[in-house]
């Protein structure tokens, strides 16, 4: 089988790396890749949105199975084309995937369909987006509508942090057209979580549960980012409570989504609060989870080549999905200033050769003459799989410790809650 993945980070080097374990799969290509995957995947430099392109060289390289990476792939519609040309490829069409390039589109047909979310008020308008918040007070939370990088959301803890999120939006423009309109929605407390699940038509299999770890610094402080790392599982969440989440969230979208006619054949994430009257949807996204995939791939214990090519022929109920028992955690390395303004080039010294335990999930890297070099703000997500979250926490922190690059920063409690954490 030969495999084409799009996207060129952190997310797609787990799919990659995974893909290759895979006794099904004799070649892998990814676009445009990074600096980190020569060793399983063949580079070309196509952009994951140049989808007239990523069809030609599909038909050319006679590629048995594609899988799409990032939002903005799904989005420009590559799913769509693949399909009218009658190539295979994981994803959802892109009226589907407007569950996560919309999330007034989410919000509306979770509302619909019973699922479980905050309150919320979607804006095109500033003052009046700046009129309710006041009326609501804080803390309360402002979204960018559209797709922004995993940068669009503001937990606003006042109402001039809230304003200026608004201003920064609407006004200015930070994250360009997904600003244009707005979701304004009630602050929610509790246990956050990841579940990812792989899903075709009605047929919902979940995946392990992650923790993703958004805020730039410990302790939840600072802006929000791509993700800083993660862990999985999760024990402070009950099985119990993960059973609810498919039976009353992922299921039930699923449901809905078919009765829209948007047959949903993917991965369908969904962000949660664990809130103390039951899970409630923070969002939901169209694809594999960043940097949630470098945790829950590693725990995968079937052949994921078989899974996805099984989706795209809707063929999901005859499968059994085994996970490991081990634990994983991921570090991610950020380069200086991330996720503000960062400078790239920098030289990347003591990155490792993978183990079984031990992998280097490159995301924002480069080659330049021949070296390691930074290219973008997440530079590297560094992963540990061992017998329980404490040794697997270790493990990964040892091996941070060992890579350099000038200005390079992490966080330093990636997987305490999952430690310490009580049961919910």
């Known amino acids: 089988m030969r495999v084409l993945v799009i996207g ?7 799919l990659v790396w995974k893909l290759m374990q895979s006794p099904r799969v004799t070649k892998v290509y990814c676009t445009p890749g990074n600096g980190g995957m020569e ?3 063949v ?23 594609t899988v799409v990476g990032p939002e903005a792939s799904l989005m420009a519609g590559v799913v769509d084309a693949f399909e009218r040309e009658g190539l295979p490829i994981f994803g959802p069409r892109k009226r589907a995937a407007r569950v996560e390039g919309s999330k007034r589109f989410a919000k509306e047909l979770m509302e619909k369909y019973g699922v479980p979310t905050g309150r919320y008020r979607t804006f095109t308008d500033s003052d009046a987006a700046i009129r309710y918040i006041r009326e609501q007070g804080a803390p309360i939370v402002v979204k960018a509508d559209g797709l922004a990088a995993g940068k669009g959301v503001f937990v606003a803890r006042t109402l001039d942090e809230a304003e200026k999120a608004v201003e920064d939006l ?22 956050e979580i990841s579940l990812m699940a792989f899903v075709d038509g009605e047929t919902v299999c979940p995946m392990v549960p ?18 800083m790392g993660a862990y999985s ?80 022929k809707g063929r999901l109920k005859e499968l059994s999905i085994r996970w490991k028992p081990e634990s994983s955690l991921c570090v991610v390395m950020a380069s200086e200033g991330y996720p503000g ?39 590297l997500g560094v992963t540990s799989l061992g017998a329980d979250l404490q040794s697997a926490r270790e493990a990964a922190y040892r091996s941070v410790k060992s890579i350099d690059f000038e200005g390079a920063h992490y966080r330093k409690d990636i997987g305490i809650r999952g430690v310490k954490g009580r049961k919910v």
């Open 210 to 227: 992650a923790q993703d770890h958004k805020p730039v610094f410990d302790g939840d402080r600072g802006p929000n980012t791509g993700g």
């Open 233 to 312: 599982p999760v024990p402070q969440i009950s099985e119990e409570r993960i059973r609810q989440v498919v039976k009353e969230i992922l299921e039930p979208m699923a449901r809905g989504m078919e009765e829209e006619g948007l047959r949903y054949r993917g991965v369908l994430y969904a962000g949660l609060m664990m809130t103390d009257t039951g899970p409630k949807v923070i969002e939901f996204n169209a694809r594999f989870g960043d940097p949630e995939t470098q945790v829950v791939l590693p725990r995968l214990d079937s052949d994921l080549a078989e899974i996805l090519s099984a989706i795209t």
């Open 39 to 41: 060793a399983h995947a």
């Open 341 to 379: 303004n960062y400078v790239k080039g920098k030289k990347i010294r003591g990155v490792f050769a993978d183990t079984r335990e031990l992998m280097v999930f490159h995301a924002g890297t480069s080659r330049e003459d021949g070296v390691l070099i930074t290219s973008g703000g997440r530079v």
């Open 8 to 14: 060129g980070g952190g997310r797609e080097h787990a």
């Open 170 to 191: 609407m006004r200015f423009r930070a994250f360009g057209q997904a600003g244009e309109e707005i979701v304004v929605e009630e602050y929610l407390e509790g246990e």
């Open 43 to 65: 580079t070309p430099p196509i952009s994951p949105t140049d989808v007239e392109s990523l069809v030609r060289f599909a038909r050319e390289k006679k590629i048995d199975l």
